[in-house]
């Protein structure tokens, strides 16, 4: 069954949206070092939607390809090419519009999957502001805040877990590339470099040679397809487990 | 050979950005009748961006997905459920920050491809902004402007041309959706019904029953694969004819 | 009568407002070639309203003096001094303001009557944002969607017709400023230059030396103050339809 | 000789732009009591404007013919039907806009001539941003602050001076606009009534009721052609050496 | 008792929002000649606050504590080092913020107490844009506006009163800084310069040399602490009066 | 020696500024329990950043008294009455004009003292914004990233961490309260609740209920003064670390 409404009729999405949660992707073009395609995060954020769309007999929505800006410590930052960094304003305008529409139409159930660390507080001031001005629901979620401890350990047994904001490039996201789209990934051109410890502080106009040569804030080596597999299911129960907490209030009134 | 940069690394994309003309599709998710799907016109932009890409040794962007307002007179309006109306200064701001991020990339040469017909004001807008800030060249074409009269003959053979911007979800959108993605067309949901002459000034609030009750402004019954062929073949002949004429000063210094 | 609400006193207006149509002429500061003066599409729209005032007793707001920047293909261009071009969220929000208080005003029917060609997107999303916001019907039309096929023959007798974006300082401006205001057309000073074909694309930053040294797109030298009178009658005859057909709904109520 | 841009062709402007201060007069549209047009604003800043212009072989721009909102303190308020009240923003952006323009056009020196008393930071918040953007020198004034006070004096012979504020539809303005436009002023219909003095501090949301009926805050019936003309030689006057002053620099070079 | 909210737990707040004023204080972060601290529009304006709160048993809100753009005619301009000029919008958007937060916390009556000249206008907006949005009564007052004729006379027995646009880091000023927080006054550094005549017009880019050294607008020899104690008294009584007036309807309901 | 530059001349100010670090507080204003004042985050970055003023030889700006929005996974959200919220674009402006005016004033090393969870990502933004406009270096850092693991240690032996986002109006914030403002602390408010694990999504609209009724999201019970020095001692130590190596560069030059 076809659950993008892009590749809907509008009849179709007629239909579909009066009971179905519809589901979000957020991404980014982005550079994801010498082994991961630019649209790592639209991959991983449609994937999961997807994914979802299955569990929750839910719908998926076309992504939005382009997300805020990189910053060295999550993402590498700007100055590798490639990296196509939005303002901030320019998102929330974005994403409002669009969950403003969607609520036009009469959408009730709205699950934002967002694949791009940065992109966060952006999407939360978007979701504040529309969810004032029309009676929907939002929920807004991240892939990386659902992964309980005894998933992190079996992802990260052969090297250390460097905490979520530099896992950019490195064990889950290259799993979860390697799962969904495999033919994208080319672990041969991975380098293992000297990574250093995360910022703690930010620190502008941003230099050259902060991060690594090749933009990956960790290591990328241990990633595998079975761990890809396990993530995507571990993510997207977490997701399914969150609509039906947050949507319960709509089984019996839809 | 893969000319979207979203499936490149970044080294393959600033290996790329040297020398190649960068294609932007805008396209937006807009009801397209009983028989297209929502995303019609971004898998026409992007469609007609990748053949451009093989004929001038280009490079693709990942498309826009969503656009300006549909208007009644040439895209059925906002009533129809799915279609997904930008605020206009939305548009300009997302395209407006995606052109100064691929300037400060180093690209020189950018094509945007349209394919709603209610970007185009926008997009010169955020166009005209970004290339009075960076050193950019960059030239902005929609489909419907680059089909030569012997061709719209060809197409409109049994029915006649009813203008451009009635042809929404009519012979030529559905000629060239058979050509891209023939499995996302419904030709026995087509429903001939009878259509209006295009409206001569704009009456707001849009009120419902103005535009046909499928959404489609002109009959999309004599469409065919073949005609979207010959479309995507003159379309494309003529774009290329652009970049070569817009870019020619490029060729000897990069 | 005094239909100009600029030279009513507020109580003339108070009166006025509660049944009439509010007619709101939008213009530009650009150059017309040699021969006519700047605020040709002032005049143009301005004097067109003040006609349909009459025909349809109405009354007439103060002009928008300044519109959206010139493109060479449709007005000659940033490129020639005096013309003045207000960026598209600027123009959006002017008009915008101006609606949403007359709305407040309690003025139920506003007709813009659009004279610049490059005007007409930024004003359907004014009229659009404003129509959602307050309880107001308004209608949007540029006078050159109005000439019916006959009527387009009768002043493209001598010379070929060559499309309404290059209709700019040509047959049909020139001869309604014959009409308005004779005394500001200068034809001793028309210069007959050769005419390029449109373009079909839009090619960013703007360069000079695209449209012809005068600014005049075709030729104005069959303009005739007899081709103006005929076609004010017939765009305000035009006018008149389109009003008593978009607000006959008020004529029992009001 | 025709110091409007707005009536002159482009190569009229591009000759006078090198030498000439450009005059831009702005206004408003608002309630002017029962016996003042609506637009007295744009009147008294365009009348002021031309004979500024001749004084210093100037020339003037299309007037602003929209301004910022009425307060009940200084012009009856947005009670009164008929008063257009701009954002304050939009306001900024329009001026701003247009003054960034006419920079780019080469013109190098330029007075606003301001005729409402709410616009006044605004206007200042425009100029301020334009000039930090583009080399270009302008000067904004108000009338009412060029009245030396023996011309207050002989002003308000009969009746107190009620401070600037207070002069809304009062002496000084029925004065100027019977000196430019007497056709327009009905001194029949004005009514004497109770004027309060002037509030210290505002009040939001504004109440109905705090300013007089006819919308008038002090009186107007000493007005006279006579006073109009001793006022505009003596403002233009200020003008004119404010110009000279301002300007000086630009003698020699230009 | 305390009656500033930024030292309250929000239970306290809670109890206090439910029937009393509340007095949010404006000012400005802007060179004060040498003898007068930076912060003196936040101290004079915050000063007032607390002693009006304790009148009206009114509460206080933190300061604003940074102001719209210093001018050279009311304030010594942009061109001393430590002025911080925020743009016009900026300050609107900050105080309409904060009221439509207020209004939505359930705050009924607000008070702005405005210490910086060039805010006031920018207030305004942002009040009347609140005001539109919330059920929200607002008072906008500023020092100047509340001093009687007899109070000036007072102030100015040894020198001449020279206009409330001067009277900056003059003895108003001064001699209420010596009231509030007299260890920051340095009247040794303080310097008799040549004060010239207010400017009738604003002159853009503000070039140096136009104010005195020490951005002083008028003299401060004169100042003294009672003189302070008796303008804050007097300024309190007046705002007193106005919340008392303006606020009345409220005595009854809440 | 006062390093406040609110309570310097200007002349003071224009002497420090030449070579000394200026550190700008952003706090908020927002719930912080039955135990806390409400302006906790302002009273915490302003102390560090005195504290930090005196370890560096640096000045202080006056705070941002208002922040970002409260959310309830991080600081009990807007339901709580004297929560000011501003939406995020109003705090990137103001700071983004902050930055900017101090550039313009010849400032060089800016480092901005968060205390407020929610605010980063838009003090992000206006960093980078101003970066690029500006030559001018700023850094920014939170006071809870510069907690190393043994003071995490120290300051939660009685308690398990909850971690930072929780850590709203509890150990460490109460600790660091006592030590700047003890007299603001009211302990024996403080409520022992049931505190609930941290969301792992945002879910709009923000409901009543999520939070515990005193707005602390985890036990402040084990706070004490002496945990207040430490944090204190240990945060300004690690600021003062990443001053002198963010601005080594300048200590050659200036």
């Known amino acids: 069954m076809n659950r993008e409404i892009a590749r809907m009729t509008w009849k179709e999405f007629e239909e579909a949206k009066r009971t179905k949660t519809l589901i979000i992707p957020v991404g980014s073009l982005e550079q994801h070092g010498y082994h991961l395609p630019m649209e790592t995060d ?82 939360v001031e978007a979701v504040d502001l529309a969810t004032r001005q029309y009676d929907i629901h939002v929920v807004l979620a991240s892939w990386w805040d659902q992964i309980p401890s005894d998933m992190v350990e079996k992802c990260f047994e ?39 410890k995360p910022g703690l502080y930010h620190d502008y106009p941003i230099k050259p040679g902060i991060v690594p040569a090749s933009g990956v804030l960790a290591t990328a080596r241990t990633s595998s397809r079975g761990k890809g597999a396990l993530l995507v299911e571990s993510i997207t129960d977490a997701y399914a487990g969150i609509c039906r907490e947050a949507f319960k209030s709509y089984d019996d009134t839809l």
Chains 1, 2, 3, 4, 5, 6 share one sequence.
């Open 42 to 123: 639209v991959i991983i954020s449609s994937g999961l939607a997807k994914v979802l769309a299955e569990k929750i007999d839910g719908i998926v929505a076309p992504p939005v390809n382009y997300g805020y800006k990189s910053q060295p410590n999550s993402g590498g930052g700007p100055l590798f090419p490639g990296t196509v960094d939005l303002n901030g304003d320019t998102l929330v305008r974005l994403v409002y519009d669009m969950l403003c529409e969607f609520a036009r139409d009469g959408v009730k159930k709205i699950f934002i999957s967002n694949g791009h660390f940065e992109n966060e507080a952006f999407l």
């Open 158 to 196: 052969e090297v250390p877990f460097p905490g979520w904001a530099l896992e950019h490039a490195a064990v889950t996201e290259t799993s979860m590339v390697m799962y969904f789209t495999p033919e994208l990934v080319h672990m041969d051109r991975f380098v293992e470099e000297e990574f250093r």
